[in-house]
């Protein structure tokens, strides 16, 4: 069973920055692909970035050029670098694993942009 816990969300005026976290525990081995996903109210869960054991990245087109996906895998930890940002990356965002095809979920942090 594997577990996901984000932190290092808040609030921030736009143009500022902010650096998520989220640790993994449980798994015996190294987990394959990470990705952040953002849900703002109303609106369905997006994904925003994907990042794999050897380090290929993806991003959706609204955050390329002002996000940074990365991972630690001495520590189980990913990392969402967000620069730039702008009220319309206000939202929730989780955590997401792949580990021997079961899909797994943190819980959460909140990102408010304020204008």
């Known amino acids: 069973q594997v577990q996901l816990v984000e932190s290092g969300g808040g609030l921030v005026q736009a143009g500022g920055s902010l650096r998520l976290s989220c640790a993994a525990s449980g798994s015996r081995f190294s987990i394959n692909v990470m990705r952040w996903y953002r849900q703002a109210p109303g609106k369905q869960r997006d994904l925003v970035a994907t990042?794999?054991?050897?380090?290929?990245?993806n991003y959706a087109d609204s955050v390329k050029g002002r996000f940074t996906i990365s991972r630690d895998n001495a520590k189980n930890t990913v990392y969402l670098q967000m620069n730039s940002l702008k009220p319309e990356d206000t939202a929730v965002y989780f955590c997401?694993?792949?580990?021997?095809?079961?899909?797994?979920w943190g819980q959460g942090t909140q990102v408010t942009v304020s204008s």
């Open positions: 997401n694993a792949i580990y021997y095809s079961q899909n797994y």
């Open positions: 990042i794999t054991s050897g380090d290929s990245t």
